[in-house]
């Protein structure tokens, strides 16, 4: 069970160092420079399945989640005005 949260957490921070460096990549360049802007972006695999999801929830709170094949959330992360958490939840169903 700690592989699990390890291996999460360093999924998490490997995406966030993958944001990071694409920032990076897109600054070094004033002429290139492109944003994108969205409320929400999801991952999907080949099925179609939402594996992970970034977005803002209606009232306000950053929303970072990761799904498994079936659809279970196993790692949630949030922030809003009242604060940060994360939470490695092993086994409830996003509805």
């Not at 700690?2 to 490997?14: E, I, Q």
């Not at 209606?58 to 604060?83: N, Q, T």
């Amino acid at each position: 069970m700690k592989s699990r949260c390890f291996l999460a957490a360093l999924a998490v921070t490997n995406f966030f160092l993958l944001l990071i460096l694409l920032g990076e990549l897109s600054s070094s360049s004033a002429d290139d420079q492109k944003i994108l802007r969205t409320h929400g972006l999801e991952l999907v695999d080949k099925n179609g399945q939402i594996r992970s999801s970034l977005k803002i929830e209606p009232d306000g709170e950053v929303m970072l989640r990761f799904f498994d094949e079936k659809g279970i959330i196993r790692f949630k992360a949030g922030a809003s005005e009242k604060g940060a958490f994360e939470e490695f939840a092993f086994g409830f169903i996003e509805k």
